[in-house]
């Protein structure tokens, strides 16, 4: 976890000896490479759930020093100046029993992903889901980095109700920021939740469509500290 609520995930199969890093902060390579030696894990797929404005990613970095794809959404490729995978919708992940079910979440950006993790030792129902910036504890993503933001507040709305919404309540989320971020307004410190439990806490999955517009795009955080520096050199190419 970051200084400004950001949040990475490390995850896989120490059994086969598989490893995913999402939404890795440029500095922090040097802690997925030795966390991964500890494990005894190859770092085999390196994703950033969206196109990031509020830090620097160290995804292509870390994908490049752990000779692994890096991964966005399929239509990044179309605006970033390097190689990628890109992510279909509903694209199945394989790392040895670890699973990862690949979902588009436009809202926050056009490209944004969740990603549902199972473990399939004990069942093909998703253990967990990463919500990026999609869904926050406490908060949704902000609607205006890739849009006008009432466009992007529709978007986002839907992505919540018909996708992350109607997942089983008891599964837990872990989302992209937590307090701290500008990514969101009225993110809660804690960094993990359950969608049964943003469904009862979280103001903004229970309003109806016109209210959670109104609302989302009223009261949008200043936009993040150098944010064009950032976005460009996310797109760009490495040196």
């Known amino acids: 976890r970051g200084d400004d609520g950001t949040l ?4 896989g199969c120490g059994g086969k000896g598989f490893a995913v890093a999402v939404d890795v902060v440029a500095g922090d390579e ?8 500890k494990a005894a894990v190859r770092i ?4 950033d759930t969206h196109l990031h404005a509020d830090h620097l990613s160290g995804g292509r970095a870390l994908a ?37 079910q690949v979902l588009h979440t436009p809202g926050h950006t056009p490209d944004s992903l969740c990603l549902l993790v199972s473990d399939i030792r004990r069942s093909k129902a998703p253990w ?22 009432e466009e992007m ?14 997942l089983p309540d008891d599964l837990e ?20 939740s359950t969608i049964g439990f943003e469904k009862r806490w979280d103001p903004y999955l229970s309003m109806d469509r016109a ?13 993040p500290v150098e944010m064009a520096r950032i976005v460009a050199s996310n797109l760009e190419r490495m040196a």
């Open 211 to 223: 209210t959670f517009m109104h609302e989302l795009t009223t009261n949008i955080p200043e936009r």
């Open 64 to 100: 490049a020093l752990a000779e692994a794809p890096y991964c966005m959404h399929e239509s990044d490729e179309d605006q970033v100046q390097f190689p990628i995978r890109g992510l279909k919708v509903g694209e199945i992940l394989e790392t040895g029993n670890v699973i990862t």
């Open 173 to 192: 989320i872990f989302p992209g920021h937590a307090a701290g971020s500008v990514c969101g307004a009225g993110l809660s410190g804690k960094p993990s």
């Open 30 to 37: 040097g802690w997925f490479i030795a966390e991964a030696r």
């Open 44 to 47: 085999s797929l390196v994703i």
């Open 128 to 149: 967990f889901a990463l919500t990026g910036d999609t869904l926050f504890v406490g908060g949704v993503g902000r609607p205006d980095l890739g849009g006008t933001p």
């Open 8 to 11: 990475s995930y490390f995850y």
């Open 153 to 166: 507040a529709a978007k986002l709305y839907d992505s919540l109700q018909q996708k992350l919404l109607p």
